[in-house]
């Protein structure tokens, strides 16, 4: 049986059960239940649940402002909601929203720099091609993980390409390219943790198009 704050289904019995959890629950540990009900309820995809989720987050903002720890993942939720809406607009300003977080609360990590460079890549929002090289030179170093530098390697080489950077643009397909072959991520009890298991077509299209 799931977690009480992993269900996949809102039902009125499910919500009242949830809420019962919750209120029972220790204060300090509510917004992140609150953050995880929501992220399991957003890969339904389901429309009317995506509602759900989006309620429980503005919740855990309305009701825990000063939690600092689960402020950014519940904007990359807020972010991933928008973005199964098309709202792609709107999507972008909470993944950057919590970029920003992070900058000033660097013990808290999500992965919004990859999912705000992703989408500014696919809508081809030009004037960020700069701020998302800028984040991303600064993340990748950080990351141990070979999907994260795949992935940002090969945006890096899109915008490189589309600033006519050639050489840059090159080496950073090479980076790319050696990140989703890795068989393995280099951390000893977790091998498999991270690896490239399926690639993205539409980013490996757009690298060799550019």
Known sequence: MADWFRQKS??????????????????????????IQAIELIETKNEKLLDVAESLIHKLFSEYPDDKFN???ALVGLGNIY????????????????????????????????????????????NLYDTVENILM???????????????????????NYNHNIEKAAKFETLAEQNASKETSGLRYHKYLGIVKDRDSWLDKLVRKS
Do not use: M
């Open 83 to 126: 973005q199964l809406r098309n709202d792609n607009d709107r999507a972008i300003e909470c993944y950057k929203e919590a970029i920003d977080f992070e900058i000033i609360y660097p013990q808290v990590r999500t992965q919004a720099y990859i999912y705000f460079s992703e989408l500014v890549i696919k809508q081809e929002k030009v």
């Open 138 to 160: 600064d993340k990748i170093p950080g990351t141990l993980f070979p999907i994260e530098k795949y992935k940002g390697y090969s945006i890096l080489s899109i915008i490189n």
């Open 10 to 35: 809102w039902s009125k019995v499910d919500e009242e059960y949830f809420f019962t959890k919750l209120g029972r629950a220790r204060k300090d540990g509510r917004a992140q239940y609150l953050k």
């Open 71 to 73: 402020r950014p993942g």
